[in-house]
């Protein structure tokens, strides 16, 4: 029997692939949990569509990032923070707080988790921060950690 896979099966498949199974196999498993769906000329045309509507929609999401990235690479971002002696700072400059700066400072919102920073921030400088958009798509992120100025 002729199936199309609706969830990836380990050693059968990838989802939207079709397979042959036997009979049982397919009416008495596959199909009832949801993992397949019989592959007739509707059902296949449905996954065409569903695939083609998937390679639009990732190809737009591409071209954002790629956009994204450009934009990224020529911006940087300004924090403020208390620093002792031997410009160390008072506490440290995370990964959320990038993200809440550039969110401020461009109006640009990604997530602190695209941030990829080593270890905290703990001294003032300029600082080249990788930012992981989608797939292989990076970015490089100038950030400044000034001093506060006191504010008399």
């Known amino acids: 029997m002729k199936i199309i896979l609706t ?67 020529k911006i940087s971002v300004t924090i403020e923070a208390n620093a002792g002696e031997e410009e160390k700072l008072f506490g440290s400059v995370t990964a959320d707080d990038i993200a809440i700066s550039l969110k401020n400072q461009h109006d640009i919102e990604i997530d602190r988790h695209q941030i990829h920073l080593e270890e905290p921030i703990k001294k003032l400088g300029i600082y080249k921060i990788p930012v992981h958009l989608i797939g292989e798509i990076k970015a490089e992120l100038k950030v400044w950690v000034v001093q506060k100025q006191e504010s008399s």
């Open 7 to 73: 969830k990836d099966v380990k050693g059968l498949g990838q989802e939207g692939q079709i397979c042959e199974v036997r009979d049982g196999y397919a009416r008495n498993y596959l199909i009832p949990k949801g993992l397949a769906i019989e592959a007739n000329e509707k059902n296949i045309k449905k996954i065409e569509e569903i695939k083609r509507a998937a390679a639009i929609k990732k190809e737009k999401l591409l071209k954002e990032a790629e956009a994204l990235q450009k934009k990224l690479n």
